[in-house]
């Protein structure tokens, strides 16, 4: 069984980048694409993007410019920055297998001095 | 991006009720959408994908219908751990975009 979980700071000053880890337990990493989705009373659930591990990526174009993603497979982890954030940016952040099939279970993060 | 256009926004309805929503797509995704239960403090769970396959480990009164832009879910009776909020979801063409979402409330 394949789980995944989000670790990274719930509070992130504004302008400043917002910064995640998915470690994926349970499975390997190298074999599947892997995506970040938000989630906000405002804006409902969005896409941010996705990985594969050979570092391709798709990432939302609304969100393009300030988005970066990585993968170690060493470490069966895929990491999300977000530059530049304010508090629209406030969201709980999951990470999930590209089937959808597999989810984190979210993590709350913040954005405010 | 594909615009996903959930009806209702909230559905009130009792143990046993038949329960139908519907997501219309802003253009002709084939059959490449997926349906989700979240409730609260939880991730969404995949209850459906491709349109109408079902997946695994979820029940058989959880069904789906459609193709091109029109879609629904239908539970055929409602049982109280139903009661959650229900999304969709297009998959044809990123980004992946969803529906606001379906409140199905106990009446």
């Known amino acids: 069984q394949v789980q995944l979980q989000e670790s990274g700071p719930g509070l992130v000053k504004p302008s400043e980048t917002l910064s995640l880890t998915c470690t994926v337990s349970g499975g390997s990493i190298s074999s599947n694409y892997w995506s970040w989705i938000r989630q906000s009373a405002g804006k409902g659930l969005e896409w941010i993007g996705r990985i594969y591990p050979s570092g391709n990526t798709n990432y939302n174009p609304s969100l393009k410019s300030r988005v970066t993603m990585s993968v170690d497979t060493s470490k069966n982890q895929f990491s999300l920055k977000l530059s530049s954030v304010t508090a629209a940016d406030t969201a709980v952040y999951y990470c999930?297998?590209?089937?959808?099939?597999?989810w984190g279970q979210g993590t709350l993060v913040t954005v405010s001095s | 991006d594909i615009q996903m256009t959930q009806s209702p926004s909230s559905l009130s309805a009792s143990v046993g009720d038949r329960a139908t929503i519907t997501c219309r797509a802003s253009q002709s995704i084939s059959t490449y959408l997926n349906w989700y239960q979240q409730k609260p403090g939880k991730a969404p769970k995949l209850l459906i994908y491709a349109a109408s396959s079902l997946q695994s480990g979820v029940p058989s009164r959880f069904s789906g219908s459609g193709s091109g832009t029109d879609f629904t879910l239908t539970i055929s009776s409602l049982q109280p751990e139903d009661f959650a909020t229900y999304y969709c979801?297009?998959?044809?063409?990123?980004?992946?975009?969803f529906g606001r979402g379906t409140k199905l409330e106990i009446k």
């Open positions: 979801q297009q998959r044809y063409s990123t980004p992946y975009t």
């Open positions: 999930a297998e590209d089937t959808d099939t597999y």
